[in-house]
């Protein structure tokens, strides 16, 4: 009875996330404190970092990409210091509609890559970030394409 029990708790919890991601190989899932903001976190032995934020929001218009797109670039820009290298129209694994923001940054006279990719969902904005210094981003970005697109939106 408590290994049921066990494996009850295990699958509700993993239906109480708004998203499914699948961690590709040469990155590791970390397990995160309860206190996370990250709903998934996983990375790649040089540090580059792929997560998942769930953030709960309601009200008109809170399923409009272009306030998020433009509400997102300006926080990153202004408060972060990143420079918005390319937008794109993307499309979550279960074909939900949802946009990739390309950031740029140098840090110490050294460059960094950090992508946000966010679809909305109910009254989730689900947020996925990759990010990590350029020369091993662009070594693991194929497997960063990869597990974006393996994100699916319930």
């Given at each position: 009875m408590k290994k049921f029990l066990a494996i009850f708790v295990l699958a509700l919890a993993a239906c109480g996330r708004p998203f499914d991601v699948k961690t590709a190989p040469g990155f590791l899932e970390l397990k995160e404190a309860d206190s996370?903001?990250?709903a998934y976190r996983a990375t790649t032995p040089e540090g580059v970092v792929v997560g998942v934020r769930v953030v709960d929001v309601e009200g008109e218009g809170s399923h409009d990409l272009g306030?998020?797109?433009?509400?997102?670039?300006?926080?990153?820009?202004?408060?972060?210091?990143?420079?918005?290298?390319?937008?794109?129209d993307v499309k979550s694994r279960d074909g939900a509609p949802g946009k990739q923001l390309r950031f740029g940054?140098?840090?110490?006279?050294?460059?960094?890559v950090y992508w946000v990719t966010f679809f909305t969902s109910d009254d989730h904005l689900i947020v996925a970030e990759a990010g990590g210094a350029k020369p091993q981003f662009d070594a693991a970005q194929s497997s960063v394409e990869w597990m974006l697109a393996s994100l699916a939106v319930k």
């Open positions: 996370s903001s990250y306030f998020w797109t433009r509400a997102l670039t300006l926080q990153l820009r202004d408060a972060g210091g990143y420079a918005l290298l390319d937008t794109r940054r140098d840090e110490s006279g050294k460059p960094y």
